[in-house]
Structures are given as structure tokens and as C-alpha cells.
């Protein structure tokens, strides 16, 4: 294939209509590679089925199939079809590590390596196309729940930033859970050359109200941010915004973090409940700070910054109370010892597959029970910066 003729293709691509991308990646891709079939396969909000597209055929489950190690493992997979009359190019979708789906091309012969490299290519363009035309357009929306989102849900799915970041000094990786009914609990971030800021908050209650009160301590958070406040002035603002809507009768539990990409140094302020554990050469520990009060508590209440550090090779996990105290039907706590054994488990796994695998286990936990609390996993892999990047 000529370098005009995936320009071509590329072009196509980034002119299709929102509602409409699915079907012209299709097209365009068959017409270019020869391809018997070309599906665009989406994760479900939980992360265990990848819902076809284009075919409509009916959502899978990621484990045990190319397409879901592919996804996994964010390189690309090539198999023969179940029928054996085609080879498969499973290419993962993901924009800074954010992740969305798989893009698999049905090829008649086994694709030689120049053809992988421009069908890789091809996936990166359809990847970022895909999250542009998702502001667009409720197609990918719904083809990614497989059982309706309650209000509370929706709310708190479109305030997220992405489910995961990758740059070369950090991934981190955040997931919720209940997928399809989560209520206050939520997390945020926001990338800069020099440093990264993290927020995980848990909005007091139950169902739409906990998830508005979530919301409004999330966009007092941002808007104190991008003014250029710190972290004592985030919490500040975002504790006399809620005092003043509530009156102290509602409240959110909030961790605020904000790590220095050039040192490892961590600013903190613990508002709450969400606790962190830090593994380090196979150790697993708690990171103790100290607690102060929820936000909207009071409005008079005064803040202080804390400080730790984190090393190159380090991982940070933060949870939710809907972890750290979770029981099951049976009343047995879930406790710190049960996620440490789960952290160790997970220690070779990316951020990203990390949090899916602790989610599972917290479900498993509860053998098929709706979760007491709702719960949120973020899970951070640091490099931090090489001397001289």
C-alpha cells in the first residue's frame, strides 16, 4: 500500500461524521487492505466483554480471546479466524493509554510485517477519531453498556478524565465499581510538564444525590485548579462550596495528591476516607497521613499539606472505603491483609489490567452480591524522571 493510499485512508477517517465513524473505518479499510471483514470492538464500562460494532454480532468476554489479549496487552495480536479461512489483526485502541477497544481486520493471507506496521498506524488515527466523535455521538456510549446505567452512573462516568494516562514518567489507571450503578465515589486527574494532580472523592450517600453532591466537590476541585490554587486552596474552595450548598449536612470524603514529576515528592491533603498503599521491592505498606475533616463538613475547617515520596519503580494504589472496609454477605472484612495479597498478585501486571484484576476480586469477594458500598481502585506505576528527559 502506497504512503497516498493510507493517507486516503486516514483522510476518510477523519472525516467521517461522529455517528458514522464505525461504518467508514469499515469501508475504507476493506476497500483499502482487501479485507473480508473489518469490527470496531468496544470494552464494556466493566471491562470484561468487548461489544462488536460494525457486525452487531453479540458482546464477548476479553479473556481467553485474541482480541481480549490484544487489549490486555496493548500490542497486537494476529490469529486465524474460527473457521480457519482468514487471519485476524487484533490492534488495540488507546489515546495516552486510555483505552477503548480493538480494532480487528479479517485478512485472507497472513499479513506480512510492513502490512501489520500500517494497519497499526491505521489504529492510531481510528483510535483518537474515536474519542473525538464520542463527544459527539451516543453510538459508542451505548454500544458500551450492556445493561443500563443508572443516573448516578452516567453522572460519574462523564465527569472521569479517561480511565487511564501513560507518559514516560507514569502510568496510572483508575476503575469504579458498581460499572453499571456507581453512586458518590469518583476519581480525577490532570497532567502537566511538571508535575500531575490526583483526586479521588466519595460523595456522602446514596444513588443520584450522592453522585451531584460528587459532582459539584469535583468541579469546585477543577475550577480552584485551573485558577492556579494548590492543594490547601483546592480543599479550602472546594469545602466552602459544598458547606454553603448543604450546610454541613452533607459532606465528601476526598484524597488530593500532587507529585513533582523532576523529584518524587508528593503533596497531599487527606480529607477523608480513600487510603494508599505503597509497593516498594515487593512490600506492601499503607501510607499514613494524617486525617482531616471531609469536605462541606464545616465551613471554617483549615487545611494542611503533607509530604511523602515516592522512587522510581514504586506503585501506588488507592482506594475507596468501598474497598478498604468491604465485607462479605457473610460479614467477613475484606481488610488490609486480603489487599496486600491482592497487590502482591497483581505486582506484574500494567496499572491498567492491575485495576481490572482488583475490581474482579472485590466482586468475587461479595460472590455475586450487589456491593454494600460503592468503590473506587487507582493505581499508579512511577518512573519518575530520567536525568537529562
Known sequence: ??????????????????????????????????????????????????????????????????????????EPVTSKSEDGGAWEVHLPLAVWGDRSGVLTVALPGEPDAATREELRAVAGVVARALKIADAGTDVFRRARRRTRLTLAAEIQWELLPGRSCVTDEYHLAGQLEPAYAIWGDNFDWSTAAEHLTVSVTNGMGRGAEAALLTQLAVGALRNA?????????????????????????????????????????????DAGSPKIFRMRNGTVEPVGL?????????????????????????????????????????????????????LRQTQLQSPSEAVRTLTRGLLDYHRGAELADDAVVL???????????
Request: aromatic share 8%; glycine share 8%; hydrophobic share 45%.
Open 1 to 74: 500500500m502506497s504512503e497516498d493510499q493510507l493517507s486516503t485512508v486516514e483522510r476518510a477517517i477523519w472525516e467521517a461524521l461522529p455517528h458514522a465513524l464505525a461504518g467508514t473505518v469499515a469501508t475504507v479499510v476493506e476497500q483499502a487492505y482487501g479485507a473480508a471483514s473489518v469490527d470496531l470492538l468496544l470494552a464494556d464500562y466493566r471491562l470484561d466483554f468487548l461489544v462488536p460494532v460494525v457486525s452487531g454480532r453479540p458482546a464477548f468476554p476479553m479473556d481467553g480471546t485474541s482480541a481480549g489479549r490484544a487489549f490486555a496487552a496493548q
Open 225 to 269: 485548579r485551573r485558577s492556579g490554587a494548590d492543594l490547601v486552596d483546592q480543599a479550602t474552595l472546594a469545602n466552602e462550596t459544598i458547606f454553603n450548598q448543604h450546610h454541613g449536612r452533607r459532606h465528601v470524603s476526598t484524597l488530593l495528591l500532587r507529585f513533582d514529576v523532576a523529584t518524587g515528592r508528593v503533596g497531599a491533603v
Open 290 to 342: 494524617e486525617a482531616q475533616l471531609p469536605l462541606g463538613m464545616f465551613d471554617d475547617t483549615r487545611y494542611t499539606e503533607q509530604e511523602f515520596a515516592i522512587e522510581s519503580g514504586d506503585r501506588l494504589v488507592i482506594f475507596s472505603d468501598g474497598f478498604h472496609t468491604a465485607r462479605s454477605p457473610r460479614g467477613e472484612a475484606y481488610g488490609a491483609s486480603a489487599l496486600a495479597a491482592a
Open 379 to 389: 493505581c499508579l506505576d512511577w518512573k519518575g524522571r530520567a536525568a537529562g528527559r
